[in-house]
């Protein structure tokens, strides 16, 4: 069995389990019994659509959709402190005129952190990271009368997993920064991709009928939350790698801002824009942006 199939049907039993955990309200929890658990879950459909009829100037009828799922999990205690987020989406659009769906979003990823409390604003730390993505992804060409696809990803191809040793400073809910001088970082991929590779090509710096790429850097990590007015909520997400095996000079860094307007319990409009540069993947920076409404559902 390969790789990725294994892992598939394994990163999907438990995405599964943490979703059939409660399907209630979205909403922050305590447990009276243990009060320093606590969980917060979210689900969200952000929606966009486009109609055109007898338009002069031009378009193309399109709807899209992406299904967003936020579920953390965290522990306060005494000398300890844990926590786990993940964070999922999927979207997809049909446009007129083209009988396949074209992927829009697809993002998975797992963060949890454990602390050991100091005196200090400073406090030890270790944290884990797993990145991939939920479905397959196809690059279309034209060639003469047809659209020809091919594959170049797919679950778990690749995956990024980074385990660190450090130090971490939070303030609550609103703030946190980690600081690892210490990471190992793990780039996983199914062998189909990298088996017709010639030498010198890499796919996401695995080389040629390789699975996997180890490498041994830093990482910093931010995120913070800030209410900027009233149901106006700015969030920020911000980490930067650095490998010291192999041009540590090169820094990877993924930024993603996000501006949250709460119209009710229900509906949000959400404008979301992503920074990614990794040089195993694009020497080249990456950007994506998302607009849209969002219709919270029960969970």
């Known amino acids: 069995m390969r790789l990725s199939s294994l892992l598939s049907k394994s990163f999907f039993l438990l995405w599964v389990s943490c979703l059939t955990v409660e399907t209630l309200q979205a909403q922050t929890e305590e447990n009276d019994t243990l009060p320093r658990w606590k969980h917060e879950r979210k689900l969200g459909v ?5 109609s055109f009829n007898n338009w002069l100037a031009g378009g193309t009828n399109n709807f899209s959709g992406t299904l967003n799922i936020d579920y953390i999990l965290a522990f306060n205690g005494e000398k300890w402190s844990w926590s786990t987020t993940l964070d999922a989406a999927l979207g997809y659009a049909k446009t007129q005129g083209n009988s396949d769906l074209v992927k829009t979003e697809d993002q998975l990823e797992i963060d949890a952190i454990l602390q050991r409390k100091t005196k200090s604003a400073w406090n030890f730390s270790s944290s884990f990271n797993l990145k991939t993505q939920n479905a397959p992804a196809f690059l279309y060409v034209q060639e003469g009368n047809e ?31 980690q600081f690892n001088p210490l990471t190992a970082r ?9 088996r017709q590779l010639t030498q010198g090509e890499t796919f996401f710096g695995v080389a040629p009928d390789k699975t996997s790429r180890w490498e041994a850097g830093a990482t910093f990590a931010l995120q913070s939350k800030i209410e900027l007015i009233k149901n106006v909520l700015l969030s920020t ?12 000079q090169n820094v990877d860094f993924d930024y993603t ?34 607009f849209g409404l969002v219709i919270a559902l029960p969970f």
């Open 186 to 194: 793990l780039i996983v991929v199914d062998r189909s991709f990298t």
């Open 147 to 177: 659209i020809v696809k091919s594959k170049t990803s797919a679950f778990f191809s690749p995956a990024y997993m980074r385990l660190g040793i450090g130090i971490a400073h939070d303030k609550g809910d609103t703030f946190s920064l």
């Open 46 to 50: 952000l929606l966009n659509q486009s």
């Open 237 to 248: 997400r911000l980490s930067l790698i650095t490998n010291y095996l192999d041009e540590f």
């Open 257 to 290: 801002g996000s501006l949250n307007m709460k119209v009710n319990d229900y509906l949000s409009a959400l404008f979301e824009i992503q920074l990614l540069y990794d040089d195993n993947a694009l020497a080249d920076l990456q950007t994506r942006q998302v």
